[in-house]
């Protein structure tokens, strides 16, 4: 899915144990956001427990609009001794 650039928008964790069961972390997942050349255009951003549930996490996100070009950015969620990717990507404006 692509994102515009200047939107805001919910990028969502549910963290889950190996019998797909919501687990709730030790602490808060933060949330990073990359460009691929590794420059950070979110370092750390403390998540929100969506209510009523046991690990279902969100960050809203202002798409940065110093980015001029369609590409793809990495978002990372980190909690202790855990990382989880994923690839999405920005555009300028619809086709």
Do not use: C
């Not at 805001?8 to 972390?25: F, L, N, S």
């Not at 030790?26 to 420059?39: G, M």
């Not at 255009?41 to 960050?59: E, H, K, M, R």
């Amino acid at each position: 899915m692509n994102y515009i650039i200047g939107d805001t928008i919910r990028v969502k964790i549910t963290i889950k144990d190996y019998d797909d069961m919501e687990q709730a972390p030790v602490s808060v997942p933060t949330l990073a956001i990359y460009q691929l050349d590794e420059t950070a255009l979110l370092t750390s951003g403390v998540s929100t427990l969506t209510t009523g549930t046991t690990a279902q996490y969100y960050y809203d996100w202002t798409v940065s609009t110093g980015l001029t070009a369609n590409q793809g950015l990495i978002a990372v969620w980190s909690w202790p001794s855990h990382k989880k990717i994923y690839p999405f990507k920005v555009i300028t404006q619809l086709s």
